[in-house]
């Protein structure tokens, strides 16, 4: 990749410290996919698999000072959120984002662990300042029920999720099903156009990182020039090798493998 055939995408997001998720899975997931990753750190965590132990915020000045600096520096193909953390930095973000920035909104609200990660106020603001400049909003269930207020236990709910958080002024939403129970994972898109419902295999282990990995995935193939549905399945066929591959050994919770690498004891 020459400087004048970069393809660049930026990730807003928390900083991982056990490298499974935020801006670190993101990171991955670009590299892995050809991808020049830029980053806006919004929050530092101290966590593992297991449990986030702290979550410290920047403030809101120095989440729209790294939006400035790279968007001065860089052609950015596609923008991604995930941990914003407070209505703060969603106001923050909201203002500083350009005008014609293709956003993939992964709404991040709860940790693999169950810690909170969006405060409660903030989502009001996540709904009316950020999901109408997205070009796909990508919710698991429990974050597509806050968004949509509504109940999700069933495909059928999950499409119906998306058509309000498509109202919501989204281009196109991805509700993610690995929520549900039953002996397929399935994700859907639903846009202006219709829908498409695609199946992957179930694991019977949790991923830390999936979601992240998934839309960063989805944000680089943004970047590329791919429209949502190419993206969606493309992106879909990366997290499905991601997780299969998943490192960390034979626990109930593996971290997430952008790329598939193989790690090997040396």
């Known amino acids: 990749m020459t400087g004048g055939e970069m393809i660049a995408?930026?990730?807003?997001?928390?900083?991982?410290?056990?490298g499974g998720a935020g801006i670190q899975a993101d990171l991955k997931t670009f590299t892995a996919l050809g991808v020049y990753g830029l980053t806006v750190v919004t929050a530092v965590t101290a966590q593992?698999?297991?449990?986030?132990?702290?979550?410290?915020m920047l403030p809101p000045d120095a989440v729209r000072a790294q939006m400035e600096a790279v968007a001065d520096g860089f052609s950015i193909g596609a923008w991604k959120t995930g941990m914003l953390g407070n209505a703060a930095n969603v106001r923050a973000v909201a203002k500083t984002l350009p005008e014609d920035a293709a956003l993939v909104i992964d709404p991040v609200m709860i940790s693999t662990s169950g810690h909170r990660l969006l405060a409660e106020n903030a989502v009001r603001d996540l709904a009316e300042l950020l999901i109408p400049r997205a070009a796909v909003v990508t919710p698991n269930i429990p974050e597509a029920e806050v968004l949509?207020?509504?109940?999700?236990t069933t495909v059928e709910e999950m499409a119906d999720a998306g058509q309000r958080?498509?109202?919501?002024?989204?281009?196109?939403?991805v509700v993610k099903g690995g929520h549900l129970t039953g002996g397929a994972a399935v994700d859907i898109l639903v846009d202006r156009d219709g829908g498409l419902q695609l199946s992957g295999e179930r694991y019977p282990y949790s991923v830390h990182g999936s979601g992240c990995c998934f839309s960063a995935a989805l944000a680089a193939c943004l970047a590329r020039g791919m429209p949502v549905e190419?993206?969606?399945?493309?992106?879909r066929g990366f997290i499905d090798t991601a997780i299969r591959e998943a490192a960390g050994g034979s626990g109930p919770v593996r971290i997430v493998n952008p790329g598939g690498t193989t790690f090997y004891r040396v």
């Open 48 to 56: 593992n698999t297991r449990e986030v132990r702290g979550t410290w």
């Open 230 to 235: 190419e993206g969606f399945r493309a992106a």
């Open 9 to 18: 995408a930026c990730s807003i997001a928390g900083s991982d410290s056990g």
């Open 165 to 173: 958080i498509l109202d919501l002024g989204a281009r196109a939403v």
């Open 148 to 152: 949509s207020r509504m109940r999700v």
